[in-house]
């Protein structure tokens, strides 16, 4: 089995995988956690299937270090959420290293050679934040796009799909889940 490059994130109507404001205390940003009820508190039977797969399916995720910096201590406690090992993107390294997590200053190519390195088969997971999965969708290393749509307009914050170029991308729609919650779309990279 030969996992995938999959880039998997929730994100509002208007394309916001974050609102305004982004602290320690609020790493989704101001009203962001309104992204992540079909998660914590409105998760049907389908919700949780495709959180179950997200979870099985993972190798390896990759995050970007302004990510990282700012849940690792208020959000995640402390220590890595994730079942496997999570490759940072950061320009130097941090003062204090945390467990389950491996930090790499050679840019977006190095992070999946070492990730594909550690997958033992499953999926890599580039988890964002946006500029991370920007970076990996214009140099056509994602293989699939994961979304999942959440019927909210946050009207400002972090969007998805900036910073990417004018190029169209173009992707197959896979058939579509819908819960009260969210919309879960799968497209492939179209070759």
């Not at 049907?44 to 099985?56: C, F, G, I, P, S």
């Not at 993107?89 to 997590?101: D, M, N, Q």
């Amino acid at each position: 089995m030969m996992g995938k490059v999959i880039a998997e994130i929730t994100m509002s109507l208007d394309g916001f995988i974050a609102g305004p404001g982004i602290t320690h205390k609020e790493p989704m940003g101001r009203n962001g956690q309104v992204l992540h009820e079909w998660i914590f508190n409105k998760a049907t039977e389908a919700d949780k299937k495709w959180l179950d797969e997200l979870m099985y399916t993972t190798g390896t995720v990759i995050l970007g270090h302004h990510t990282y910096s700012t849940a690792i201590d208020d959000a995640w406690g402390g220590g890595s959420p994730f079942s496997a090992i999570a490759f940072v993107l950061c320009h130097s390294l941090p003062a204090k290293p945390v467990r389950g997590f491996v930090y790499v200053t050679g840019g977006i190519e190095e992070a999946l050679i070492r990730a594909k390195g550690t997958a033992a088969g499953k999926n890599i997971w580039v988890m964002g934040g946006a500029s991370v999965i920007q970076q990996y969708v214009k140099a056509g290393l994602i293989e699939e796009l994961r979304l999942h749509i959440v019927p909210v307009l946050l009207m400002e914050g972090t969007r998805l799909f900036e910073n990417i170029g004018c190029d169209p991308v173009e992707w197959i729609k896979e058939p579509v889940t819908d819960t009260p919650g969210a919309v879960h779309i799968v497209l492939r990279a179209k070759k």
